[in-house]
């Protein structure tokens, strides 16, 4: 859809893509040289995720990232990127408190940054701050199943919400209340499969088995950067982290043996 009619891709052609039967693609990526990346390679929607607390800030939940930081990075991506569709994370207590102060936040994401939507965890309980940031014309992605900003809650970051009913539930709430798709997260591929036939709007699975609509990974994962992270969901698409130590190595190499620099990189 991206780069192949080289349109943006906006929260109208995402949402017509996955009716027409079309399998979207999303990464996770958080600045500027990434972002350019992924879009390069013709990824439908790039998602700067609040896993950027983890993954880019070494935090040990995505609780810390802050609003003001998830802007900084927001804009970075929306700099690089010239067809995917840039969807930013609503940060912990940054659309908790009340609907008014949710709107407020997703308002600042989207004129601060240029993004063109939102996500943020919740189905059912999260109803009446979905449609408020909807009338306030900012599309939002809704995001079930596993909610990292709940750890406290949920004792563990690995704790599933797996009923089934509820699940259901929450996609229909999220639905209803004007998100224009939904994120599924670590949900059972058959549950996962079942709920995507009940929608109408597109569903992004992470762990979430074949039947969604479309799927989506952080892209340092997917990329074999992170170390020591290999859930059984995740595929790696390269080994990134090795190829770039060796050759860090080799550059320290050849420096401290003088063969760097050579004659041809000297003016
Ligand atoms: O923040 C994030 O990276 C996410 C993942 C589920 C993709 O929301």
């Not at 891709?9 to 693609?25: E, I, M, W």
């Not at 912990?92 to 240029?114: C, H, L, W």
């Not at 569903?203 to 020591?228: R, S, Y």
């Amino acid at each position: 859809m991206s780069n192949s009619t080289n349109r943006k891709v906006t929260v109208p052609r995402f949402v017509k893509a996955a009716a027409d039967g079309r399998r979207l693609s999303m990464v996770t990526a958080y600045d500027y040289l990434w972002a350019g990346i992924m879009d390069e390679a013709g990824v439908d929607s790039i998602l700067v995720g609040d896993s950027l607390a983890m993954v880019v800030q070494g935090h040990d939940s995505t609780l810390p990232v802050t609003l003001d930081e998830m802007i900084y990075h927001g804009r970075q991506v929306v700099r690089a990127v010239k067809s995917a569709l840039v969807i930013v994370d609503m940060p912990f207590m940054s659309y908790q408190v009340s609907p008014a102060d949710a709107v407020r936040n997703a308002g600042r994401i989207i004129k601060e940054t240029g993004a063109d939507a939102v996500k943020l965890e919740g189905g059912a309980i999260q109803v009446e701050t979905i449609s408020a940031i909807m009338r306030a014309d900012i599309p939002v992605m809704a995001h079930v199943g596993m909610r990292p900003q709940a750890v406290r809650q949920l004792g563990s970051m690995g704790k599933v919400q797996r009923d089934q009913e509820q699940l259901l539930e929450d996609a229909l709430a999220a639905q209803q209340a004007g998100a224009f798709g939904l994120l599924m997260e670590l949900v059972p591929a058959e549950m996962a499969a079942k709920i995507t036939e009940q929608l109408q709007i597109p569903t992004i699975g992470i762990g979430a088995g074949p039947g969604c609509n479309g799927q989506v990974l952080v892209g340092p994962d997917m990329l074999g950067l992170t170390p020591n992270f290999k859930p059984k969901f995740l595929k790696h698409f390269a080994q990134l982290r090795e190829t770039a130590v060796s050759a860090v190595q080799d550059y320290v190499s050849e420096v401290q043996a003088g063969t760097f620099p050579a004659s041809s990189h000297s003016h």
